[in-house]
């Protein structure tokens, strides 16, 4: 396979994002029908960590088409896709990430758009797969930048598009389509395929140029019994394959699994028994597009004479939405608010809510941390997590678990009910999607660097080429040429924070504050110098915050900032900033010696009276 011969590039990324999801580096064996490693001009165009040796890709060879994925390679979330064709750019999908505990304070994660921000005219359309946050979070901040871009999707698709617009004061441009619509963008020649996924109106992209044809599938499975009864077209698929399919860009979460996933059908029992067990209120979480979760809930709801209450802002106008364009089918007088709820006894009670990630700030989060003004936890409660469980969130569900069991509700979860069941491909899905399509290349996409490097495999394993097999990571750029695709460079890719209303302002080191702030406290230390007469006249105060240790501990190090900073003014040292720099290295060193692994923030201040001046640094 065509894949990194170093580390993970220069991307802006905790390194803990991946691993619990850190970047993968390891390579499949050496036997004559594994993968292959990307050749010595190809390895010569890698990034590592730092960045250092990222070499940009040559200029673009006209008759190509070129792949640049600027999300959703090597993380579960913010997929986005570059398509470039003799100076014209389609775009696939435009996602957000959710930030993680080691990102405090950051909303959302968006894909850089440097890559593309000066030829944003030379945009055609974006192309969105369906509607999950990983999907189309980012689109409001693209479109920010370009309003009129054409937004092409499904309608459900498009409809939860209008209404994030719609709260950014944004009115978008789009065109819906359905399963065998074809049209044109440019010079691209679109296809759209309906595909099974979580979400209903899910599609995958057949995107045709004179250089050659790529499919992108978007999130899918295999489904045979999907609650709405659109199962993944693989006859469009077959014929599609029948043409000649030059790369096929798949969905890789689930390629590690074995055999195929469960029918969505299949949980309706586990639902069922969960309702019938519980003896007070219900609260079931979930995500807030998951139309098809939702529909079973509220049927389950329905059967035991329970009103649903849909809580949180994105579930209530999401299920809103599905139920007015007919996703979504409420029996009548099931669904209540959260005012009406007050006066319906508790075991006639169903919440619907967000948080099944363990979000904090999530509908869940704050019930199980007895913030949510209208919901509590009581004795014998039944709470159900009914959704997968994003790598990397265990920590942070589990925790959620504790403090509902604390409460005394009883949890149910995939560990003690099949209460959930995959919307991406298992192993054996994508074995028989790759024999159906038969793609001269294939490019994993949609997943961590373990989940691309088990879909290249199953790619090999059903005929194709590992020469052939692209392993591409956020920012590389691939070329596709005369039907060979290989990866040609790479470009600056970073995660780019929202915070508030600031958006890209936050670096990584200041993250790095944030997270001492959080975890190691800071240590603060005043003194007042007089340059003149090379002198501490008052100092130094020590101030602690979030530091277990006394005060009074610290003597022993005043005597000995005193003496290094009399000593540097001596030496010809009078600018401020320079003593503060000198008594952080000494109240640093003690504090290491000291505090052993500990390391808070220090804060130096130094007041220089022949100056009357107070720098901060």
Not at 18 to 47: C, E, H, L, Y
Not at 283 to 290: G, R
Not at 317 to 332: C, F, K
Request: hydrophobic share 35%.
């Amino acid at each position: 396979m065509n894949n990194k011969n170093t580390t993970t590039k220069n991307t802006g990324k905790n390194s803990s994002r991946n691993g619990g999801r850190k970047k993968n580096t390891a390579r499949p064996g050496s036997k004559a029908n594994a993968p292959q490693t990307r050749s010595a001009a190809a390895s010569r165009n890698s990034a590592d960590t730092r960045g250092n040796r990222m070499v940009a890709p040559p200029k673009y060879r006209k008759g190509s088409m070129r792949i640049v994925p600027l999300g959703g390679l090597g993380e579960i979330g913010r997929n986005m896709n570059v398509v470039e064709y003799n100076g014209h750019i389609l775009l696939i999908d435009c996602g957000v990430l959710f930030p993680e505990e080691e990102q405090p304070g950051v909303d959302l994660i968006l894909p850089d758009f440097s890559y593309i921000r000066g030829r944003l005219d030379k945009v055609e359309a974006l192309v969105l797969t369906h509607g999950h946050e990983d999907h189309i979070g980012a689109v409001p901040y693209l479109l920010r930048e370009r309003p009129d871009i054409p937004l092409i999707g499904s309608k459900l698709t498009l409809a939860f598009v209008e209404a994030k617009c719609k709260e950014h004061h944004i009115e978008p441009v789009m065109q819906p389509v359905e399963g065998r619509d074809k049209m044109k963008a440019g010079p691209f020649s679109l296809e759209f395929i309906t595909v099974t996924h979580s979400i209903p109106d899910a599609l995958a992209v057949s995107v045709r140029t004179p250089a050659g044809h790529i499919i992108d599938t978007g999130d899918m499975k295999l489904d045979q019994l999907p609650l709405d009864h659109k199962i993944t077209d693989l006859r469009e698929f077959s014929r599609l394959g029948e043409q000649g399919v030059d790369l096929l860009m798949a969905d890789s979460t689930n390629a590690e699994v074995p055999g195929f996933v469960k029918p969505e059908t299949s949980i309706g029992p586990a639902l069922d028994k969960a309702f019938g067990d519980a003896k007070r209120k219900i609260i079931v979480a979930s995500f807030s597009s998951h139309v098809h979760r939702v529909q079973q809930v509220v049927d389950a709801a329905h059967k035991y004479n329970r009103k649903v209450v849909f809580v949180g802002r994105s579930m209530v106008r999401n299920m809103g939405i599905a139920a007015d364009l007919g996703y979504l089918h409420l029996p009548e007088n099931t669904v209540v608010d959260l005012k009406e709820a007050r006066d319906i006894r508790d075991d006639q009670l169903v919440y619907m809510c967000t948080g099944s990630q363990g979000e904090p700030m999530a509908a869940l989060g704050r019930i199980a941390d007895g913030n949510h003004q209208d919901i509590t936890i009581n004795e014998f409660d039944t709470v159900i997590l009914a959704s997968s469980l994003i790598p990397g969130n265990e920590h942070e569900v589990y925790k959620v678990i504790n403090k509902l069991a604390r409460l005394g509700a009883r949890v149910v979860n995939r560990d003690n009910a099949a209460i959930h069941v995959s919307g991406h491909c298992n192993e054996g899905e994508l074995l028989y999607f790759y024999n159906i399509v038969q793609p001269k290349c294939a490019m994993p996409i949609h997943g961590e660097n373990r989940h691309l490097i088990a879909n290249g495999l199953v790619a090999v394993k059903t005929g194709v080429d590992p020469k052939n097999v692209v392993l591409a990571e956020d920012g590389d750029v691939v070329d596709l040429y005369h039907g060979q695709a290989a990866i040609v460079g790479s470009v600056p890719c970073g995660y780019v924070y929202v915070d508030g209303t600031s958006v890209g302002e936050i670096t990584e080191d200041e993250l790095e504050k944030r997270r001492i702030l959080s975890e190691e406290g800071f240590v603060s230390s005043f003194v007042v110098v007089d340059t003149d007469r090379n002198e501490v006249i008052s100092g130094p105060k020590i101030y602690l915050n979030a530091v277990a240790e006394d005060e009074s501990e610290f003597n022993e190090v005043r005597a000995q900032i005193v003496l290094d900073l009399e000593n540097a003014m001596l030496s010809g040292t009078k600018d401020t900033y320079q003593l503060q720099q000198k008594m952080r290295r000494t109240l640093g060193g003690w504090i290491g010696r000291k505090l052993r692994r500990r390391r808070p923030m220090i804060v130096p201040v130094v007041a220089d009276l022949a100056r009357d001046v107070i720098q901060h640094d």
